[in-house]
């Protein structure tokens, strides 16, 4: 799948003559990530020979092979490794986000799909899980089970430890989600009162082998934090969990049956998630895939083609989405004036994932992190000549919105202010999407069923 370079083309990307080129730096990030793409490069079948990775498989070794996809990207990534392993596959089941697309009739009869709640769990998020633990306790040591995992898969994996409820699992995300901690923290807690996050399912599986390839949404790649590592071992504690707690105060706003697991854990009257070293991973390989890196890379080459002096940023994007929008916004700035750290025309290109802390005393408006760095450059960039920085979710998806991110120019005050916007008023009550809907500088490709976190492309002209 390639996806079409227009889908990204904005008001101000329209009427540029390097527009074109921008987007197709766009649509080359996201290409070098689609799912079906980097699992027919990592799973590659010679009659019963399989590869996986460097590992070479027999499949005639298998009495049953099973194929669990779980995350945003699951559905493109199991219907190509169901057409590869074809006649060999057994059977197996997607979960991924509600409103996806529905499977094609070929696939139909073997494996069954799921939607569930994102970013909030649901209903149908336990009756995922429950299907997938029952098929997984009942595998044999003659079973191959490929986890096929992207980002997303954490919310949408809900399995309440006992004594925890579905209630307490939605308002524990709502809370953490808003608290302004990161997702290494928020999947931290979340192993900690799940029966299958944590390298558990994996316990599930036992006696299998069981393969997990992964495209990931996580910068560093730390494989337990990918969709909360349900198959891989987990060095976070009951400590840990409780620690984040009270870094963000959040003693008195999270259930007490949570607070009072967690302290139960943390005491010791409850057993760790499985640790590095356990055997329960001896047959247990995870492997990664696609990477926030691979589309980085893929975009500056792509830029260079465009005729750019093309760069990545080393720092990742991180931290509150409103000061990262300032600091990119004066990088452009430096980039504009002063010809650093390249010169015209430029593209420089960050990855990563930053955070909002929802602080506001009036009603919290519509809007996602992509959008608020966006919004949060506009006033440091205005008037300044010849730049853009266009912000993206790869997933197509920013916060609770269709759109992906936005497109800020040196113009983009100026034309909010001629529709008597202030961004410092949208930027308060975190409000970013109507800001940038006034402008017709959304960008809104859809849903591109990837996710490898947000890029940023920061570009002189």
């Known amino acids: ?26 649509s080359a990030s996201l290409t070098a990530v689609e799912p079906g793409r980097v699992i027919k ?33 699951s559905t493109p990534m199991t219907l190509a490794a169901a057409d590869i392993l074809n006649e060999h ?6 979960l991924t986000k509600s409103g996806s697309h529905d499977l094609p009739e070929r696939v139909t009869k073997i494996l069954d799909l799921y939607y569930g709640g994102h970013p909030i769990p649901d209903q149908n998020s336990l009756k995922a899980v429950a299907a997938i633990t029952n098929l997984l306790s009942k595998a044999k040591s003659d079973d191959l089970i490929l986890f096929l995992l992207s980002g997303g898969g954490s919310a949408l994996l809900a399995g309440p430890y006992p004594g925890l409820t579905l209630k307490d699992l939605r308002l ?25 996050k944590g390298g558990q399912l994996a316990k599930i599986a036992v006696p299998a082998k069981l393969f997990t390839l992964i495209l ?9 934090m990918i969709a909360s590592g349900p198959t891989t071992p987990d060095p976070s504690t009951y400590q840990d969990a409780v620690e984040i707690i009270e870094r963000y105060d959040l003693d008195h706003r999270l259930p007490k049956s949570v607070l009072n697991h967690l302290i139960q854990g943390l005491a010791g009257h409850l057993p760790e998630t499985p640790k590095p070293g356990d055997p329960i991973f001896r047959d247990v390989t995870n ?28 720092e990742p994007l991180e931290g509150e989405a409103r000061l990262a929008g300032e600091k990119l916004a004066a990088i452009l700035q430096r980039m504009a004036l002063k010809s650093e750290p390249l010169p015209r025309p430029a593209c420089l290109i960050i990855g990563g994932e930053t955070t909002v802390s929802l602080q506001s005393s009036g009603e919290i408006g519509k809007g996602g992190r992509n959008i608020e760095i966006a919004l949060s450059a506009v006033k440091t960039m205005n008037n300044v000549p010849g730049v853009v ?49 006034a402008l017709n500088d959304l960008l809104v490709p859809g ?3 990837t996710n490898v976190n947000d890029l940023c492309f920061l570009i002189t002209f």
């Open 1 to 26: 799948m390639i996806y079409p370079p227009e889908s990204f083309l904005t008001h101000s990307l329209k009427e540029k003559p390097w527009g074109m080129k921008a987007a197709r730096i766009i």
């Open 41 to 73: 490069e990592s799973l590659v079948r010679t009659g019963t020979r399989l590869r996986i990775g460097d590992e070479e498989l027999n499949l005639k070794d298998f009495n049953r092979i099973f194929l669990i996809g779980i995350g945003k990207a």
């Open 89 to 94: 596959l057994h059977g197996g089941m997607i």
């Open 172 to 196: 524990t995300n709502q809370i953490l989600l808003s608290c302004g901690a990161d997702i290494k923290e928020i999947n931290t807690i979340r192993k900690h009162i799940s029966t299958v």
């Open 216 to 224: 990931s949404d996580v910068m560093g790649n730390q494989l337990d």
């Open 287 to 314: 492997l990664i895939i696609g990477r926030n890196s691979d589309s980085i890379q893929a975009g500056v080459q792509q830029a260079v083609l465009e005729g750019f002096n093309a760069d990545t940023l080393p």
């Open 389 to 437: 920085l266009i912000t993206l979710a790869t997933d197509g998806e920013d916060g609770e919105t269709d759109a992906a991110g936005a497109v800020v120019t040196g113009d983009s005050l100026r034309r909010g202010r001629i529709l008597q916007m202030d961004p410092e008023t949208y930027l308060r009550n975190h409000n970013s999407y109507p800001y940038f809907q």
């Open 447 to 449: 849903v591109t069923q």
